[in-house]
């Protein structure tokens, strides 16, 4: 499984960004497909996954009503729209792959959990 993500950037406050990641090696039936970012100093976050399956998606909630993280089967690839950016966005963005999919009903949120990652991208947020 490679993951390949793209779409950093210098943006300001307030702008908008989307990332996007590619996914290839296998078919992704039954994967959970996740953002994550590490912000300097800090440790690395949930921010947003999805059900490859059927789209169910959930959030951080840092993010929630400012970022949708969305899937296109045809091209396996998932997007992470941010909108209303803020300086503490500014952070390295991976995208993550498991494929067993949800814990029991639960979101899997710590990096541990996914076994697959693409390189990050970092996303600088000005004030």
């Known amino acids: 499984v490679q993951l390949q993500a793209s779409g950093g950037g210098l943006v300001q406050a307030g702008d908008s960004l989307r990332f996007s990641c590619a996914a290839s090696?296998?078919?992704?039936?039954?994967?959970?497909m996740g953002w994550f970012r590490q912000a300097p100093g800090k440790e690395r976050e949930f921010v947003a996954a999805i059900l490859w399956n059927i789209g169910s998606t959930y959030y951080a909630d840092s993010v929630k009503g400012r970022f949708t993280i969305s899937r296109d089967i045809a091209k396996n690839t998932v997007y992470l729209q941010m909108n209303s950016l803020k300086p503490e966005d500014t952070a390295v963005y991976y995208c993550?792959?498991?494929?067993?999919?949800?814990?029991?009903?639960?979101?899997?949120?710590?990096?541990?959990?996914?076994?697959?990652w693409g390189q990050g991208t970092l996303v600088t947020v000005s004030s």
């Open positions: 090696g296998r078919t992704f039936s039954g994967y959970l």
């Open positions: 993550a792959a498991d494929p067993r999919g949800l814990s029991m009903v639960l979101v899997r949120t710590n990096d541990d959990e996914y076994a697959y």
